[in-house]
Each structure stands twice: as C-alpha cells, then as structure tokens.
C-alpha cells in the first residue's frame, strides 16, 4: 500500500540512507543534496518539515511503499493569499519507472484543489530533466515559459521551464476523476 505522509523522526536512519543512495542520480537536478550529509542533517530537516506543515507554509511529505520510504512529494512556497504553491518530488532508484511519482502527484494535485482550495500549482523543472518534465505533461500542465538561469545547481546554472496548472482546467479536464494514462 502507498502512503504519503510526514516523516517520523524514529524513520531518520531510513530516510537518510535513501538519500546517500540516491545522492549522485539526485544531485544531477536538486539543489539540497549538500545540506544534508549527515543522520542529524536528517532528523534536522524532519523537525523542519513538520514546523512547516503546521504553518502550512509548505508540506514536504515522504512517499512510502510497504511501509518503505521510497521518496519524497512536497507542495512548496504555498501562497495563501494568491492561492498557489509549487510541486517537487524525487524517487529513489528501485521505485522509477513504475508510475509511482505520476500516482503521487496525482493524489496531491487532486487535495491541492479539492481541500486546499488553491487556485494554481506550478512545476519547475530544469529545461533538461525530460524525466520530470513527463509529470506536468501527463497532467495537462501548460508551459508558460523558460526562467533563464534560475537555479545556482553546486557549479552551474541551470534554466527552469515553468509550468502550471489551474484548478478550472483541472476541473473541466475531461476523464476528471480519473487518473489514467491516456491524457
Ligand atoms: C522525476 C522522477 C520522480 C520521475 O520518476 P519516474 O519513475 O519516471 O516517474 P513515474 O513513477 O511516474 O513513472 C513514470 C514511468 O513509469 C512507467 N509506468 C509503468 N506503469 C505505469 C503506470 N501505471 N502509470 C504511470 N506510469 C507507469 C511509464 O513508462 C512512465 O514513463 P513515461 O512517462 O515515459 O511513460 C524521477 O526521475 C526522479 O526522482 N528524478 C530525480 C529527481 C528530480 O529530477 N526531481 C524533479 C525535479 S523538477
């Protein structure tokens, strides 16, 4: 069964050994890699991620398959008053390529608009992560836009397409309701 959900602090050595596993493949597009080095950088960012989820400031939520952590999802930089966030996620090795991350972000993208209430969700991916890049295509995300040079990536910068999604286009989309494959 999949759940996503805070982790616990007693699952830091758990979390941390998927992150040192993982560590090259992710450094390839995520920035945080090097602030977190160590089991206390772990229990540290754990701490982090639930003060934050109680501000609702930004829910970086783990991704557990079998009870295993396999990854993380987060909707961050929530802005209330304009009713947005973005979306970040990352999975480890053994679970790519079997349409977790895309059932993820479906479900989060679903309780972004339905509970939330939020009005739009963005995605930025680096103009070269064609990986990622399939989540916001397969959701009918539309791309507004290449940010030249937005993310400083350990000894490079990187330019970052947006894309974005509103909650009228979720809501008409057709097949709503249903997270196929098709779309
Ligand atoms: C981005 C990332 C999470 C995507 O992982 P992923 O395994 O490719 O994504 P999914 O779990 O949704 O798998 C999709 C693939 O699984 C396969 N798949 C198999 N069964 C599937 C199913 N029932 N439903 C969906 N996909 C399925 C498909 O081939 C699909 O590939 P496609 O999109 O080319 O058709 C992963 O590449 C990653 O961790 N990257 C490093 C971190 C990163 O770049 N994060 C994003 C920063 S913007």
Request: proline residues 2%.
């Amino acid at each position: 069964m999949m759940e996503i959900r805070l982790p616990r602090t007693d699952e830091a050595p758990a979390f941390f050994a998927l992150v040192e596993a993982n560590r090259a493949r992710l450094k390839q597009w995520l920035h945080w890699l090097d602030d977190h080095v160590s089991l206390d950088d772990t229990r540290r960012h754990i701490d982090h991620f639930a003060r934050l989820y109680e501000t609702r400031e930004a829910f970086h939520l783990g991704v557990f398959d079998a009870a295993q952590m396999c990854g993380m999802v987060s909707l961050q930089n929530i802005d209330w008053l304009n009713r947005k966030a973005s979306l970040g996620y990352w999975l480890g090795e053994q679970w790519l390529g079997r349409g977790l991350m895309t059932q993820v972000c479906g479900t989060l993208i679903d309780y972004a608009f339905d509970e939330l209430e939020l009005n739009r969700l963005e995605i930025l991916c680096a103009t070269g992560n064609h990986r990622s890049k399939r989540i916001p295509q397969h959701f009918g995300f539309r791309l507004e836009g290449v940010m030249r040079e937005a993310e400083w990536l350990y000894d490079h910068w990187v330019d970052q397409e947006l894309h974005a999604l509103l909650r009228r286009d979720w809501l008409n989309r057709p097949m709503a309701g249903l997270h196929d494959r098709t779309g």
